[in-house]
């Protein structure tokens, strides 16, 4: 872990979380050193289930990402400053398997504790241990403006990871 994050109780956060997620966005990042990619994503949350506080997000099956999420068990959430967005611009618009993500946004990749890659740029990282997923089922949505995300049908996996650790800068 690089020594210039602080690692912190989840609960000492004084971000907002609904502008972190929306405005902010975050990049999802899973799988070990040597073999990752990340995406950037602006539909997620955090909170406390089970006692535990929790990180959620949501990817798509169709994204190179989520072959990284089925098989880890911990995955990072980052988030970075403004001068960042065109780095977080191309990990949402481009895809790994076309691209190497990491060259063309020159990011520096980190392995945190867990072995979860992040990114040196960051400013706040949260490492999480999946504990669970549910897939989107569609049949349930309760509003049918919902349905206008999903114009091919391609639902979203919902990984719930506990927050293992905050670091910050």
């Known amino acids: 872990m690089a020594s210039e994050f602080k690692n912190i109780d989840p609960e000492q956060l004084d971000d907002n979380v609904f502008r972190l997620v929306d405005k902010d966005w ?21 909170g406390i289930l089970w ?46 398997r076309n691209i190497d993500k990491v060259k063309e946004t020159g990011l520096t990749p980190l392995s945190g ?27 349930k949505f309760l509003d049918s403006e919902i349905h206008k995300n999903y114009p091919i049908k391609d639902y979203h996996r919902m990984y719930v990871g506990e927050v293992l650790n905050c670091l910050i800068k």
């Open 26 to 46: 975050m990049l999802i990042t899973a799988g070990k050193a040597d073999s990752f990619n990340t995406m950037t994503a602006s539909w997620g949350g955090l």
């Open 51 to 96: 006692h535990k506080p929790v990180a959620f997000c949501f990817v798509r099956p169709n994204r190179h990402t989520y072959g990284f999420m089925e098989k880890e068990h911990y995955y990072s959430l980052s988030v970075y400053p403004e001068k960042y967005r065109k780095a977080l611009d191309i990990c949402g618009s481009k895809s790994g």
């Open 113 to 139: 504790v867990t072995g979860a890659v992040y990114f040196e740029q960051a400013r706040l990282v949260l490492e999480c241990r999946k504990i669970y997923y549910h897939d989107i089922d569609p049949q």
